[in-house]
């Protein structure tokens, strides 16, 4: 079996919006996966594909990043629980900072639910930091968001992590 990264596209997103169901209590509306493949010029939405040798496909993971200028927000990063624990989102979220980096940007931010401690530990590995916190942020549980930033990128390990073959 072969895993495919390459950017989101119109036909993708039901599979996208399924995805993003199963992985979040909040998921984004259906239209909005549109709107970033469509229409908003500082996405760069990505998926991963999973296919068999018998040809099956299946959707495996999806980043969104948004990008002005020299700073990159990643927006939503999810891996479908059968995919998960194997090095996709690492490999995913590496393309998109380096691919964000050949763009000039230098620096990153994102959000994530306190409680995410996979998530948390993911974005550590790239040296994210908490520098803030957002009281209450998430409407269904009431949860805190914290404030990661990456302040320099480490293009070498980007790199390393953004060449996965499988
Ligand atoms: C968070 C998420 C994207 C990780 O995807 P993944 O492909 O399983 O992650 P990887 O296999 O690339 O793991 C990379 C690192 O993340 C951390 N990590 C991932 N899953 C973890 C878990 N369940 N427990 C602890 N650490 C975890 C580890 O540090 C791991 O490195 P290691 O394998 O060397 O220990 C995935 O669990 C997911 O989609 N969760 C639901 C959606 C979500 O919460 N998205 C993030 C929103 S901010």
Redesign the pocket.
Known sequence: MTFELRPMNLEDVQQVHILDKI??SLPWPKNSFVYEVEHNRVSRPYVVEWKSPEGEQRLA?MLVCWQVMDEVQVA????HPD?????????LLAYGLLQAAKEGADHAF?E??AG????R??YC?FGFEVVGERSGYYRDTGEDAHLMTLDAFDLEKLQAWSERKT
């Open positions: 992985c979040f993971a939503t990063i999810a891996v995919f998960q624990r194997q090095g996709i989102a690492r490999w994102l994530v639910r995410n401690h996979s998530a530990a993911l590995q």
